[in-house]
């Protein structure tokens, strides 16, 4: 009796043993992948910022004129405006506002996967008399940044809508933002000249409060003769000439714009949540002489600005 009771104990012991040992190791189990969980969460952490600094990249084509009189570096023909337009959206391009981006960048819209902003510089007439119709008909819409003080020029002559020589009155751009193919920007309203400055560059011994001054009140005029018109204030400045000076950010900055229109020629890269990478933003011009498809290849492969 004693045996089997000695017996007994030992097995019991042995079995207390065995679910101890299969306890401690499902507790330490557990216990590891607790441990783990704390990196996966650090992981999604960082996935979270990447989601952030989600970015794009962004050409930006600059046209001016459109006339079929003549060719130039700064002129193309409604046939070339035309297989332009097709062209991009052949190559899987689809055409945006600026605002669009800035909206964008804040967070407060989605963009298509291969953007492009195409903006015609000075307001002339023939923009709207040649673009505005390809526009429509290939669903395309476009930005104009027109000098104000040129369109004011026009208005004053009651000489207007001539597609060879007058600049967008007033009324017409209240009409072509009404149509929703077009959108301004500003382009100054009298600073679109090579004197006394070039553009809206400082002058010699000009001090900063002069120059600060002087380019306040200039395109103050221009976004006023905006709200005249009816149409939104432009968020969007496009440099003169594509010159700027060391100050004029800062100052373009001040006055509420958000995004800022060069002449240097590369693809931009805009973030979310990085309202800095609107601030230079550059342009490949469309210069007449060349084709269509060299202009495609400019816009895919050209220098990438990160
Ligand atoms: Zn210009």
Known sequence: MNLVKTLATKYFILLLSFVLVVSTLLVAMIFSSTLQSVPRKSFAFKSQNLEVQEEIRLPIIMYHNILNSRKGKYVVSEQQLEDDFSAFLKHGFTPVFMSDVIDWVDGKTTLPTKPIVITFDDGHYNNIHYGIPIAKRLGVKFMINPVTSFSEFTVRSEDHSNPNYSHITWDQMREAHESGIVEFGNHTH?????????????????????????????????????????????????????????????????????????????????????????????????????????????????????
């Open 190 to 306: 009298r600073m679109h000249k090579f004197k006394p400055r070039f553009g809206i560059m400082r002058q010699g011994g000009e001090s900063d409060a002069t120059y600060t001054k002087t380019l306040t009140e200039d395109i103050n005029e221009s976004q006023d003769n905006f709200t005249r018109a009816g149409v939104p204030v432009p968020q969007t400045f496009a440099y003169p000439f594509g010159k700027y000076s060391k100050e004029s950010k800062q100052i373009l900055l001040d006055l509420g714009f958000r995004a800022l229109l060069t002449c240097d020629e590369w693809i931009n890269t805009v973030r979310k949540g990085d309202e800095t990478s609107l601030h230079k933003l550059g342009r490949f011009n469309r210069d007449g002489h060349l084709s269509t498809a060299e202009i495609i290849n400019r816009l895919e492969n050209g220098k990438v600005k990160t």
